[in-house]
T-cell receptor
Framework: GAGVSQSPSNKVTEKGKDVELRCDPISGHTALYWYRQSLGQGLEFLIYFQGNSAPDKSGLPSDRFSAERTGGSVSTLTIQRTQQEDSAVYLC???????????????FGPGTRLTVL | DQQVKQNSPSLSVQEGRISILNCDYTNSMFDYFLWYKKYPAEGPTFLISISSIKDKNEDGRFTVFLNKSAKHLSLHIVPSQPGDSAVYFCAASASYGNQFYFGTGTSLTVIP
């Protein structure tokens, strides 16, 4: 059975370039999360999608960050004009549904390691 | 501001002994808590959870204890096995929100 997949696994880019990170959630999972983990930090919430509802973007650190989820499945996180402080591991997770805090288990992908030179 | 804290970045334990991993939180509205385990180059995997209506939850060798008055939870692994060597994250959420707040992780090494 396929788990959550993310691509690319590693991305090295130059400061100022745009990057796109992809997440394929588990089929049938309606909830999708993006997190990032900077060196020595915990997982930082970025954005949350639930079905067809408007996403919760409250964790996005700046307007250079955006995310889409097409057809309720695949999601793309885009970082424009990358900065060195954007270097981190970006993790995607999906769950069957979100039931107001008592959520189904989140299944994480392996992450994309982004390095901005 | 870190709402979930794991103050021990690392822990070493002999095989067969008990591992105790600790987590503190600051937001009294948190009512659901989880532990995740992470191996290198993999995403975190869910281990065990507890809701605020309980003070203990067991699953095999893993037990999570919640002390709401102290805003503290702990994960006990007994007996510890070398395969338990990994980074452990605690996470918390509140029923009013969508976010999960994660700690910085504790790296557990179980020595054979």
């Amino acid at each position: 059975g396929a788990g959550v997949s993310q691509s690319p696994s590693n991305k090295v880019t130059e400061k100022g370039k745009d990057v796109e990170l992809r997440c394929d959630p588990i089929s049938g999972h309606t909830a999708l999360y993006w997190y990032r983990q900077s060196l020595g930090q915990g997982l930082e919430f970025l954005i949350y999608f639930q079905g067809n509802s408007a996403p919760d973007k409250s964790g996005l650190p700046s307007d250079r960050f955006s995310a889409e989820r097409t057809g309720g499945s695949v999601s793309t996180l885009t970082i424009q004009r990358t900065q060195q402080e954007d270097s981190a591991v970006y993790l995607c997770a999906s769950s069957l549904r979100q039931v107001r805090g008592y959520t189904d288990t989140q299944y994480f992908g392996p992450g994309t390691r982004l390095t901005v030179l | 501001d870190q709402q979930v804290k794991q103050n021990s970045p690392s822990l070493s334990v002999q095989e067969g002994r008990i591992s105790i991993l600790n987590c503190d939180y600051t937001n009294s509205m948190f009512d659901y808590f989880l532990w995740y385990k992470k191996y290198p180059a993999e995403g975190p995997t869910f281990l065990i959870s507890i809701s605020s209506i309980k003070d203990k939850n067991e699953d095999g060798r893993f037990t999570v204890f919640l002390n709401k008055s102290a805003k503290h939870l702990s994960l006990h692994i007994v007996p510890s096995q070398p395969g338990d060597s990994a980074v452990y994250f605690c996470a918390a959420s509140a029923s009013y929100g969508n976010q999960f707040y994660f700690g910085t992780g504790t790296s557990l090494t179980v020595i054979p």
